[in-house]
């Protein structure tokens, strides 16, 4: 046991026998002050979010971000190879490319909305697609879940809570109890490998 | 997992007390509007008149079209989230058979409107290669069918709606659902022809293939905006508790946020091409608005139709309810009007240089009190009925099968 015995305890998990059922012991984690921990099941379940007390996501933040990314990006594009006249001048002195396309003077507005248009859109996408990934912490190659033999069915029909070593609230005996007493079965030790 | 135990709501009605001597003010400051204006437009300049009119014309109409869309989608996909807002929609589009006989005056004013009725199309190279759609016969013809479309479609969805507020009857529903599909592609080309009619032909030179969705845009982004302000004051009213909450609000300001961007993307499409392809004929329209003073009200347009709304209510719980989203929704209303202003009135300042034999017209920016009067007539006295038709029936479809489903509603 000398193997087990340095395994790291991830924490106690338990299953669940329907959506319905884990949605309301989601509830009760919650309210008891969990915040370590996460639930697992085959689909999203709708208000799940609420049940488990999440607030809202900060990848709309990462989005903004690379919007303005991109909003600045095209201005600099533009005015860096174009402009010599008017603010940009003023801002930026001469880097001068001005070529004059199609009778369009350079740093036009009017040219110029698609590009801030197209490299804003393309930079949020950007932003919240990097955003989703980091903040979701994807890829993640490895889960301590996974050595639990049960786990095999959240692809199938298996609705599971599994509350955290590291949090505050936890106690072995105690949390042991408490997922059995809000309907939890096959209440396991989870090691991390 | 929402509950659906819970018991559908009691119906419930406006009441004329709760809203004070406010439909009485909108009712006598609206007809004392369009008096003035009838009266003074008429005696002193039939022109200044009929633009103003139409003015006051078309915000209403852009608005209750709107609705209707908003009616006819949430059949067509058969949606749930509306339920509990769509008898407010029902509402503002039922204003059609007004919103007609409010047009009568200006059938007497056509040719004060439209120049190409006072032209020759011999004489008038443009206007004989258009003659076979831009002649007075099947101009009326059309104008007869936009009013009998909206008016019928408005009608039917509100008569099926208030039946079922009495017997419960789902076929009721399927039932709508079936006309919906139809009547949505009538709506769209109904929307796109009266756009070209009405205000497109203003200057019967010019033309913008993009021109119905534009006012299509503006039509579905002023009437949800028009719904969010009306359904949030009912609810601070004390109405709609329970029923309408802040998810809908949710719901309807993210489709207020859809449609700013819209209308811009749209707007700034038919510019865009119209500005490089340089073609004098197009860029009229366009050159007009963009030299002078009236330069401002296109630049204010840029801002304030696009660029502040889409700032205000960019965020989440900017779009949950609440004073921005009010606010937003109210500013929307009004750069509505400024919107169509901004298409109408420097029409009439083209008109008379035309008319005086085209020397160049170079007038800028200017609103004329009839503009402002004929806006709060058509404001008022649609408003002042609109209050009626809320005390008249219940305030949401009380018996539609899916209002459960829309109370629970989750984002």
Known sequence: ?193 | MSEHTASAPAPERFRRASAGALPLAFLGGGALCLAIALVWGLAVDRQQFAHSWLLGFMYCFTICAGSLFWILLHHAVDANWSVVVRRLFEHVAALFPYLVALFIPLLFCLPDLYRWLTLDPLADHALAHKSPYLNKGFLLFRLAFYFLYFTFAALLFKTKSVMQDETGDPRLSLGMRRWSNGLMLLFAVSITFAGFDLLMALDHTWYSTMWGVYIFAGSALSSIALTILVSSLLRDAGYLKGVLTVEHDHIMGKLMFAFVIFWAYIGFSQYLLIYYSNIPEETLFFFRRNTGSWLYVSLVLVVGHFILPFLIILTQPAKRGGKRLLFAAGWILFMHAVDLFWIIAPSLQTYRDLAAGGGGDTSGFAIHPIDILCLLGFVGVLGALLFRMLEKTDLFPSRDPRLMESIALKN
């Open chain 1, 1 to 193: 046991m000398s193997d087990a015995a340095q395994r790291r305890l991830y924490g106690f998990a338990a299953e669940f026998a329907s959506a319905a059922a884990l949605y309301h012991a989601a509830e009760k984690v919650r309210d008891k002050g969990f915040r370590r921990w996460d639930v697992h099941s085959p689909y999203p379940i709708h208000g799940m979010d609420d049940a488990m007390g999440l607030k809202g996501s900060k990848v709309s933040l990462v989005s903004l971000l690379g919007g303005a990314t991109g909003l600045t990006l095209a201005f600099l594009m533009i005015s860096l190879a174009g402009d010599d006249h008017g603010i940009v001048k003023a801002i930026m002195g001469n880097f001068n490319y001005p070529l004059i396309v199609a009778g369009k003077t350079p740093f036009d507005v009017e040219p110029s909305v698609p590009i801030f248009f197209e490299l804003t859109i393309l930079l949020t996408a950007f932003g919240t697609v990097l955003g989703l990934l980091l903040l979701g912490r994807i890829p993640q190659l490895h889960h301590p879940m996974f050595e639990w033999d049960r786990f095999e069915k959240v692809t199938d029909d298996g609705f599971f809570i599994a509350i955290r070593a590291d949090d505050a609230l936890f106690d072995e005996a105690e949390t042991r109890q408490f997922l059995e007493a809000i309907g939890g079965t096959a209440v396991s030790r989870i090691e991390e490998s």
